[in-house]
Every structure is written in C-alpha cells, then in structure tokens.
C-alpha cells in the first residue's frame, strides 16, 4: 500500500509539473494570483501544522479517513491541506469525480445540502481506478467555510453524513469552530491550524521571493511578517502587489506599510502624544488629518490598541481605553461614521491620560 502511494504520489507530482511546464510555454502571460501558484502540491509541504499533517499522512497510508473538521484563523493552510490530501488520495484523473468542493461563494442553503450534496454523497464508488491500480473507495465533501452555513443547512448535513459514511468522507473547513453545530462536530475528527510562526511566513516569503527573482530589502520581508499577522495569504498577496507595484526595483519596507494601508507608526505615536499633552482642538485636526489621508478607523484604532497596551498608564487607565475600544470597534462594523468614532476615541484616551483624573 505505501509503495503505491509513494508510486501514485510522485507519479501525480510528474503529471502536474508537465502540466504546469506546459501551460507556462503556452500562456505565459497570464498572471496567476502567487497564492495559488505557490499553494502546497502536497501534505509534506503544508508547514507548522506538524499535528494535523502527522494525522492525515497515517490517514493517507491506512487509507482510512476520519470526518475532518479543519479549524483555525485564515491563511494557515486548511484548504491548502485538504486540497493537497485528496490529490494524493486520488491522482489527478479521479480527483474530479472523487471530490466535491463547496465553498461560501457557492450557494449553500437547506435545499442544496438536500440535493447536491446527498446526490454526490450517494454514488457508490470503486476501489480501483481506470488503470486497475487501487485507490480508495470512498468520496470527499469539502465545505470550506462552513461557519457560513446557516444551522438548518447544518443539520440537513448530520443525516447524510452518519447514513453515506460508507462512501463519502466529510471535511468542513471554518475560522470559528462555535459557529458549527454540536452534532457536526462530535461526529468529525478535529484538528486546529496555528497562525504561522514568523520565521516559517519569512522562510516562506523568502523562498517565493527567490523564485520569482524578486529584489527586496531584509526590512521589507519583516515588515511584510508583521502586518499579516499570522496569515500567509495575506503575506503572500502584499509581496505580489509590491512586486507589481515596483517592477524592476528593489521592494522597501515603506511600500510595504504603504501597500497595507497601514497607518505609519510616527502618525500613531503623534496622535497619543497630542493626546497626553496637547488641546481638543490639536486633537480634532489630526484625527481629521489620519482620516482624510485616508487610513480606515478599524486600522487606526488596531493600532491605536497595539500602542497602548505598551504604554505606562495605570492598569485602571488602561481598561477604561480598552472598553472604549471595544465600543468603538462595535460602532465601526455598525456603519458608524469614522471621523466621529476616532475622535471620540482620542478624547477618552485624552480623558484618562490627564494626571488628575
Ligand atoms: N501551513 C502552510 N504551509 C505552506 N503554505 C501555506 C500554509 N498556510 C498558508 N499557506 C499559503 O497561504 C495560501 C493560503 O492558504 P489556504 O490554505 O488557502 O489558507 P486557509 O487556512 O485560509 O484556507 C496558500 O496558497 C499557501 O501558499
Ligand atoms: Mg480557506
């Protein structure tokens, strides 16, 4: 069994890299988004995730797989995985009869989860594929994003998935594990996905930076870490945006923080300062200053948040601020204006910063 996975393995890898070779002779302008060119092939790439990887590749070898339920902040890797798992399971010329993928773009209601999702479930499958060779028999069911399901969707699932668990495998896929319901989640194995390390995003970046012969400053890959706090995808976007942005010259850690609409920390800093030491007025003109210059509240008072944390007020001072935050954080998703939202968040801190109060 394993010499034939191993046998399948590589011999889907050569298929895909003719495939790409072959793509890339013919259309070599068309721009791929680096995300999904640089999406792992297979489960050995996907990094950090060392428990969820250790688990499959027994599942891989066994050829027994659970019910999964992929949980975690995004951009660490849980499509990415799923996706590499069930090429390897199935090869490239069964994955699309073998494997059917829904995410929150697709239409997911009670009726569909009825439908689609049971007929697929349905069908029985072989064990062996058109060339004799073995293969599992089951299907798989990937639900990425399935927080977005509503509840009645859900439990349409619980049924189908307890009744076809003969044929069909489940892999839901979601950021907020509360969001599923209590009888999907007992009936999957569950396995939750890190945010990054920032030394495997910078070896990461690192290496598609290499690849695409990127010129780029040590800051920048740094900064690049930072400002995506964990989620890949977010880094890996960035660095392409910036590698558009700058053609030919060598990527900064200015166009990085400017490509992230990240606020520049010296503006953040000048705002608290203001608000220790200076009038309401002052205060006013440089929230109006940070918002016509176009940087979004949600970013400012993320900032903002970061900052204070660190700075030498009381702890009582400190969580006053804090539930300011939270309030203001609130109103922002509520559609609240943001010039008024930021102010009145600057006047609290004002507020609290003076030594009398
Ligand atoms: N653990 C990881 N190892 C390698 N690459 C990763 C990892 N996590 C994310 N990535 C990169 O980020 C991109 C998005 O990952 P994806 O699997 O779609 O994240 P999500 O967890 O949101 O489903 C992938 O194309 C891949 O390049
Ligand atoms: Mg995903």
Redesign the pocket.
């Known amino acids: 069994m394993q010499a034939f996975l191993k046998g399948a393995s590589t011999q889907s890898s050569k298929i895909a890299k003719d495939k790409s070779a072959g793509s890339s002779g013919e259309k070599k302008q068309k721009p791929v988004p680096w995300?999904?060119k640089?999406?792992?092939k297979c489960v050995d790439?996907?990094?950090?995730?060392e428990e969820v990887v250790a688990v499959l590749k027994k599942s891989l070898e066994g050829a027994d797989l659970p019910n999964l339920l992929f949980y975690?902040p995004?951009?660490?890797?849980?499509?990415?995985?799923i996706l590499a798992a069930a090429r390897e399971l199935f090869g490239p010329e069964l994955y699309r009869k073998r494997v059917l993928e829904l995410n929150a773009s697709d239409e997911r209601g009670i009726q569909v989860v009825r439908e689609k999702v049971k007929n697929f479930a349905q069908l029985t499958v072989a064990g062996t594929r058109s060339d004799g060779k073995h293969c599992p028999p089951f299907k798989i069911i990937i639900l990425d994003e399935a927080d977005s399901m509503t509840s009645a969707a859900q439990a349409a699932l619980r049924r189908t998935m307890e009744k076809e668990s003969r044929t069909t495998r489940f892999c839901l896929?979601c950021n907020y594990i509360s969001r599923i319901i209590e009888p999907l989640t007992s009936r999957c194995s569950k396995f939750r996905?890190k945010p990054?390390d920032d030394q495997i995003q910078e070896v990461?970046l690192l290496e598609i930076s290499e690849k695409e012969k990127l010129k780029y400053s040590k800051e920048a890959i740094a900064a690049l870490v930072r400002v995506s706090e964990g989620d890949?995808?977010k880094a890996?976007t960035f660095l392409q945006s910036a590698a558009r942005l700058n053609g030919e010259k060598e990527i900064t850690e200015s166009d990085v923080i400017e490509i992230a609409g990240v606020c520049p920390p010296k503006m953040i800093k000048n705002l608290l300062q203001i608000c220790y030491n200076s009038t309401f007025d002052k205060l006013e003109i440089a929230v109006k200053n940070l918002i016509d210059e176009g940087y979004a509240a949600t970013q400012i008072l993320h900032q903002l948040h970061d900052v204070i944390i660190e700075e030498s007020l009381s702890d009582q001072k400190k969580s006053v601020i804090a539930e300011k935050m939270a309030d203001v954080d609130k109103c922002l998703a509520d559609g609240a204006d943001e010039y008024l939202q930021v102010l009145s968040l600057g006047s609290t801190i004002m507020q609290q910063a003076d030594v009398n109060n």
Do not use: D, W
């Open positions: 995300v999904e640089y999406r792992p790439e996907v990094a950090f995730q975690g995004p951009g660490t890797g849980k499509t990415s995985t896929i996905f990054l990461r890949l995808r890996i």
